[in-house]
């Protein structure tokens, strides 16, 4: 079969809010880009995010206090060069997008209006009602539209073009057909978003499988930090729908069965607007000693009833139609049952400042990228502070894109690929098509998803992590015992789900091998047996590495610090 080559300046993989903002930067420019994405631009998963996007805007505010509250709120394992940088930033991106036609709800006296949020000592998250991400991604994507860029919808990349430090490209199927091309590019940048569905109760598009991460381990590229996995403290119970830390921001408050407001005992000085591991784990502490409300008891209450109709519906009448859809509760009337859930990944693929992918600590690839939920730059360290991701994406996505224009400007070398780079996801795809085993994907995908979430999360000890490592090897045993039931070539979503599968069992073990070697408990990780952070032996950053078995190895980078000594997190 012979594939065809599609030659172009930049290829980025990821619709989101960082791949359309890079898009639009480098089309800008004059360059030639193509945005590769499974699934439309507009279903992103950053058009979920609902509560706000952070910038130190308001008189009382400033950018030292924002990079203090982001630095503390990680545990001190953020990079301080990266957090000065967003943080500094932030106000000239939020104009920067507002400029571009983003309608943000306002104050009385017509300035952008700004919410609290958790762990943040002002109110400092802008916002739109409580659809900000949808109202930032329909922006950007309209205006990288309109300034070109070539958008290939229902495209699934399943290999990089990787060779001795470089990268050159993509190798991708269009989900219409299976018909595979190849993209061959002098830069290859990568925002496929975060990796939360490993886990049972979880808030992510079915769409996040974290498909780039897997590709990158698979050709020998170290991930970071993965062992830092954000449970939000409120997703709908029973469905993990992520109810906004808005709900909190504007003055929500948690009940548990005893009608006791909980977080008196946990966070006395931020109550309900403590950052979120820390409101997480009080939730389930409240679970597990037996006060959790719901038919099976593994809920607890957020009360709105007392910011009355008026403000419910002028601030956050999503989440009112949520939970009324999704558990028949009106929040207008009655307390809401939530529990927490798997949200956000502040691991992923280490890049230094400038989105340039590592290989190891020290070492930089030459034509590779990645920015948004993917990366881990690292700005969020063990714990992402509400309202940081969208300024995140946003921010480094057009950063990034800046940064490749100036590098192909210097001069990156043009390396032509050839048809027979293509069959390495030509064999996966063959494998899974003509496989006649007997395991089925939704079945393993449920294994691991339940597992993941009983013994790798919100708390961890060395017997239940150990004990996930054992289900992992096993799982990937049976994995290859895999089979689809549908053969056809137009839009096989079973084929498809087999090879998201494959990057899920790859990633996990990223998380549980890291999880285990971490012996203390820091910002989202939580060791049981291991109760107390570790500065002396654990301020580092983890990077994994998989073999071609898939069994993964460590080592340690050194974390930026700052003006920021690390101190005793309180709140």
């Keep these: ?13 990821g619709s989101g809010l960082a791949g359309c903002a890079a898009a639009r930067e480098i089309k800008k420019s004059g360059k030639d880009v193509i945005v590769l994405t499974k699934l439309h631009p507009l279903r992103s998963h950053s058009g979920a995010a609902q509560g706000g996007v952070n910038a130190a805007l308001s008189d009382d505010d400033d950018v030292e206090l924002h990079m203090f509250d982001t630095v503390k709120g990680s545990d001190y394992l953020a990079d301080q060069d990266a957090v000065e940088l967003m943080c500094s930033k932030a106000p000239e991106t939020i104009r920067w997008i507002e400029h571009m036609g983003a309608a943000f709800s306002r104050r009385e006296d017509g300035r952008i209006a700004q919410r609290p949020f958790g762990g943040q000592s002002k109110p400092r998250a802008c916002f739109a009602k409580d659809r900000t991400g949808l109202t930032l991604l329909q922006t950007i994507y309209e ?12 495209w ?11 990268a050159y490209g993509v190798v991708a199927f269009n989900l219409r057909d299976l018909k595979p091309t190849i993209f061959n590019a002098k830069a290859v940048m990568f925002a496929t978003g975060g990796y939360a569905r490993a886990f049972k109760i979880n808030s992510n598009a079915h769409a996040n499988t974290g498909d780039g991460l897997s ?44 009608g006791e407001r909980f977080m008196e005992k946990y966070a006395p000085e931020k109550m309900e607007l403590a950052p979120r591991d820390v409101v997480a784990r009080a939730i389930m502490n409240e679970i597990r000693e037996g006060r959790g409300v719901g038919p099976d008891k593994m809920a607890v209450y957020l009360d709105l009833t ?39 990944s502040m691991g992923g693929i280490p890049v230094d400042i400038n989105g340039h992918v590592k290989q190891s600590p020290d070492k930089l690839t ?12 690292s700005v969020h ?13 946003l921010f480094f996505g057009r950063h990034v894109g800046q940064s490749i224009v100036n590098d192909l400007e210097k001069g990156i070398d043009f390396q032509p690929a050839a048809g027979s780079e293509a069959n390495t996801m030509l064999e996966e795809i063959d494998f899974i098509m003509t496989n006649n085993g007997t395991e089925k994907t939704a079945k393993l995908r449920q ?27 096993e799982l990937r045993n049976r994995f290859k015992n895999i089979r689809i039931d549908d053969k056809s070539k137009t839009f096989n979503t079973d084929l498809q789900e087999a090879i998201e599968l494959g990057h899920m069992l790859d990633y996990a073990s990223f998380i549980v091998e890291g999880a285990i070697a971490r012996k203390e408990s820091r910002g989202a990780h939580y060791r049981e047996d291991y109760p107390n952070r570790d500065d002396e032996n654990f301020l580092k950053h983890t990077y994994a590495y998989m073999d071609e078995e898939g069994n993964i190895s460590l080592e340690y980078g050194d974390v930026v610090l700052g003006k920021f000594e690390p101190q005793e997190r309180k709140y």
């Design 1 to 13: 079969m012979e594939i065809p080559i599609v030659t172009t300046d930049v290829v980025i993989v």
């Design 366 to 377: 030459e034509g590779l990228y990645a920015a948004g939920e993917c990366a881990c730059v």
């Design 306 to 344: 007392h910011l009355g109709e008026a403000k419910i519906m002028e601030r956050l009448p999503e989440l009112r139609d949520l939970a009324i859809t999704f558990l028949g509760q009106d929040m207008v009337k009655e307390p809401i049952m939530i529990t927490v859930t798997a949200h956000y």
């Design 143 to 154: 205006q990288a539209h309109r300034e070109g860029v070539a958008f290939w919808d229902e």
């Design 156 to 166: 699934y990349v399943a290999d990089i073009l990787y060779k001795d430090g470089k």
């Design 447 to 473: 294994e691991l998803q339940d597992t993941m979430f009983e013994n790798c999360g919100v708390f961890r000890t060395e017997e239940s992590l150990k004990k996930q490592k054992e289900i992992l090897k």
């Design 215 to 258: 590709i990158f381990a698979r050709h020998g590229l170290p991930l970071e930090d993965m062992e830092f996995v954000q449970f939000h403290p409120s997703g709908l119970a029973g469905s993990g729908i992520l109810i906004s830390e808005a709900a909190r921001g504007e003055g929500g408050r948690l009940y548990n069965s005893l």
């Design 381 to 393: 360290g063990a714990n992402r502070l509400g309202a940081n991701s969208l300024l995140e994406a």
